[in-house]
């Protein structure tokens, strides 16, 4: 049975079906000889992957119903996991996208929250500081309860604007899920949406 | 009459009653046989400041009943201007403070719009570009559109949840009101505020 490989910016996750594990990306090599069906966003490592022999690039192969232009392979995996609901994914940068009957409503893109810790380091010295626990029903009382509230709930708001249920994934899903109302932490979200495509293809 | 005088991180702003206009920190030097009475968050210039014979700083006069710890004088002053209702200044930072019945509850910090179009463009160069239209109701097709809802539209969604009425002041404070249901636009939100601890001081 082929591995499933999702590629991304800084490491590519694999699933064999039961587990998954994370690989930085010079030891992808180790893999060459794996069948591997995979999709990935780190252009500089298109040609090596297509030296792997047994390895398949899914991205031709993943058709959603969709107007938006420009839909990475990642984020397209992710919503053909979802027949309806938001799917959220919290990585570098937080993408946030709407599925309705299995069709694709337009979507934004968020800096992740270490982007955005360092986003407010740039404006003043006195907003760079540690994230510190926040809610979205208790306005902050002091300066450092104000970034990390600044961070998360406006991003936590709009996600829910947009309805339910929602999909959250991604490194820092699992802090994003637990401030939104109806979210739900899935980390092989992506992989169920590939396993999709994998069964028409691989 | 004394002016009234906001200095802030980028410009001093000036009110004369009727009339309001700026001038950058190294004109501030031609007011000072003027009397003035001003605030300044900009502490390098603090010192030159207390030589100005008629100048008088009102951030020691300005009292407001809170709990939060290390309200700027800025925010202070704006909050002072509105006994209820969300209070939100769009500069360098965006800071949104709700104030019920004169009493101050809490506020948060956000990028100020500049910033956030900078913190997209250090994920990738894709997210680097102009800001285009957006609106709450429709959701991005592209991925300019996804950015600028993704700068705007949260922090829109987190000031809309804490109440109404929303006061909008500062550089982007036009463009932001706009996208904000019941938001006014009032580029002199702070004079008002600080006119009201003239009238104990100056």
Chains 1, 2 share one sequence.
Request: net charge negative; proline share 4%; charged share 30%.
């Amino acid at each position: 049975m082929a591995l499933l490989c999702d590629i991304g910016n800084s490491f590519a996750h694999f699933y064999d079906g039961v587990r998954s594990w994370r690989e930085p990306h010079n030891r992808l090599e180790l893999y060459r000889r794996e069948r591997v069906c995979y999709i990935n966003v780190k252009t500089a490592l298109e040609e090596e992957l297509r030296t792997f022999e047994g390895w398949t690039d899914l991205e031709p192969f993943m058709e959603i119903e969709t107007d938006y232009r420009g839909l990475g392979a990642d984020r397209k995996a992710l919503c053909l996991a979802v027949e309806d609901g938001v799917v959220v994914d919290a990585g570098s940068a937080v993408t946030v996208d709407l599925m309705e009957k299995g069709r694709h409503k337009g979507g934004f893109i968020y800096p992740g929250i270490t982007k955005m810790r360092e986003c407010y380091g740039t404006i003043s010295p006195i907003l760079k500081g540690e994230m510190v626990p926040v809610r979205a029903q208790r306005l902050p009382q002091r300066t450092d309860e104000a970034v990390s509230y600044g961070i998360l709930i406006p991003l936590v708001k709009a996600i829910e604007s947009l309805g339910s249920p929602i999909y959250v994934t991604g490194g820092d899903g699992r802090l994003l899920a637990d401030l939104i109302t109806d979210g739900m932490y899935d980390g092989l979200l992506i992989f169920k949406g590939l396993e999709k495509v994998k069964e028409r293809v691989c």
